[in-house]
């Protein structure tokens, strides 16, 4: 009874002192003063209602005992016994194991309101409502590429499809099928621009240089078409064309394709403006720019996506390994430089300089062509080092942490959509399958017991969204 008075009330007049409630089983008397404070609250209602007006009682409350002047709720007793510390403590703390969501359930129904929360409870709430809100969306992608909308007209529906087929490898075997050759096409890209550097492998033209081989060239010229096409086939059925310009991975795809064509144009027309020396140098400049499209496997591969979302969650540790690094460069740059001053064959010229040192020997990389010579040079060195390891081992483990807790988080969102999908399935197979039965006059006791089964699990933000389809759904079961 958390420690509340265990007598009941000798009539129910008496109840403005004290009020005896069952929640879910567990009995608990409360001291109505206490519960007065918050006047607007279910409990407070209910201890200042009139005895003779049970229409009044039974609103507020699931049912009553006069005999034992006892008021029963059918309600979660963990729930309660932390929306209870409010009277006494004027705020609310949810307790492990309860979910925020149906928490925030039992406190409408207790008329408590949600500003009671303490700022963690907050806080982890408004975690839980945006997870919520994202099974919500993925919930629906997945409606939208099962169902469609079937409103729209065929070019509409094949630019649907297109999309699909080249933005979303789950959703069908081709678009599965064209994911791995595009997957397959960065890798044998990449491999062709890294053997084509090889001088065993090169030939010479005309004027004796080293190019590349016309073998190398044939397939990135096949892979640059390949870009090409699949950049195009999504520019045309992306929905949304300004976000498809805006997007990070599209630009990259810009980038890794932009490049062979701007080559193709100086070395057949830039000639002609400029002369051959500058073109030759305007284009390896923009063969470096191949290795942007090493960034497209991140759009095949959700552990790199998982890992760029880790990075952008760690800026604040990135920055505080960049100040420690930073400081630390500095101060032993300069006394690495004040001390090995002293030496007559000193390889500490500037300050500047030695920051090249401090960088290598606090990353523990230590090239060797720098170096003290000096007792005090040496131990200052050995500092260097030490202060360097401690100062990059300190931020990785909170890095670490953001990227199994965002790769943990995406699996269970994405389980939790695939289960919603199916409990919205099953539940629109009953509904067919109870009205076809009404149809034949067996349907009393199938629709009762098929009631009872029915999950109440259901996301609140999908409700309105799949109305429609659920109607098309069984429009679709009855016509057959």
Not at 128 to 157: F, H, Q, T, Y
Not at 193 to 210: F, K
Not at 223 to 239: A, D, K, N
Not at 290 to 313: D, E, M, V
Request: proline fraction near 4%; include cysteine.
């Amino acid at each position: 009874t958390l420690g509340f008075n265990e007598r009941t009330c000798p009539s129910f007049s008496n109840c403005a002192t004290e009020i005896a409630v069952n929640i879910g089983g567990v009995r608990l008397v409360l001291d109505g003063d206490v519960l007065n404070r918050y006047p607007e609250s279910r409990l407070a209602e209910l201890i200042n209602c009139s005895t003779l007006n049970y229409d009044v009682i039974y609103s507020l409350c699931d049912d009553y005992d006069p005999g034992k002047k006892e008021f029963y709720f059918d309600r979660d007793p963990d729930a309660f016994r932390c929306i209870i510390d409010v009277y006494y403590f004027g705020e609310i703390h949810i307790k492990r194991g309860i979910c925020p969501i149906c928490f925030i359930k039992e406190m409408e129904f207790w008329k408590i309101h949600q500003s009671y929360l303490d700022e963690c409870c907050k806080s982890y709430l408004t975690e839980k409502e945006e997870e919520l809100a994202e099974i919500a969306n993925k919930v629906k992608l997945i409606l939208d590429d099962l169902d469609g909308d079937p409103s729209v007209n065929c070019s509409a529906r094949c630019l649907t499809f297109l999309w699909k087929l080249m933005e979303k490898p789950e959703s069908s075997l081709p678009a599965r099928v064209i994911a791995i050759a595009s997957f397959l096409f960065v890798l044998v890209s990449s491999v062709v621009m890294c053997v084509g550097t090889i001088p065993e492998v090169q030939v010479e033209d005309e004027e004796g240089d080293l190019v590349e081989h016309p073998m190398l060239e044939a397939i990135e010229t096949a892979c640059i078409g390949w870009f090409t096409v699949e950049y195009l086939l999504r520019f045309v059925s992306c929905p949304n064309k300004r976000h498809f310009f805006l997007s990070f991975m599209n630009i990259i795809d810009f980038m890794a394709i932009m490049p062979f064509y701007v080559v193709l144009t100086l070395t057949y027309l830039g000639t002609a403006m400029m002369d051959l020396a500058k073109v030759q140098q305007a284009v390896q400049a923009l063969r470096i720019m191949r290795i942007a499209r090493i960034f497209k496997l991140a759009r095949h591969s959700s552990g790199l996506q998982t890992f760029t979302y880790a990075l952008k969650r760690s800026f604040k540790e990135l920055g505080l390994l960049l100040m420690y690094m930073g400081i630390g460069i500095f101060v032993f740059s300069a006394l690495g430089y004040t001390i090995e001053q002293s030496h007559p064959e000193t390889l500490f010229s500037s300050i500047p300089q030695s920051f090249w040192w401090a960088i290598i020997t606090m990353t523990t990389v230590g090239y060797g062509d720098i170096y003290p010579k000096t007792t005090l040079g040496k131990c200052n060195a050995a500092i260097s080092f030490l202060c360097g390891v401690i100062a990059i081992a300190l931020p990785i483990q909170p890095i670490i942490n953001n990227f199994v807790h965002f790769y943990n988080k995406q699996t269970v969102l994405e389980t939790a959509a695939k289960h919603e999908v199916e409990l919205m399935e099953l539940q629109s197979s009953e509904d067919s399958l109870m009205k076809a039965t009404r149809k034949c006059g067996a349907a009393g006791a199938l629709e009762s017991s098929m009631r009872t089964s029915r999950s109440d699990n259901c996301i609140p933000l999908l409700e309105e969204s799949t109305r429609t389809s659920k109607k098309s759904k069984n429009y679709c079961s009855e016509t057959e």
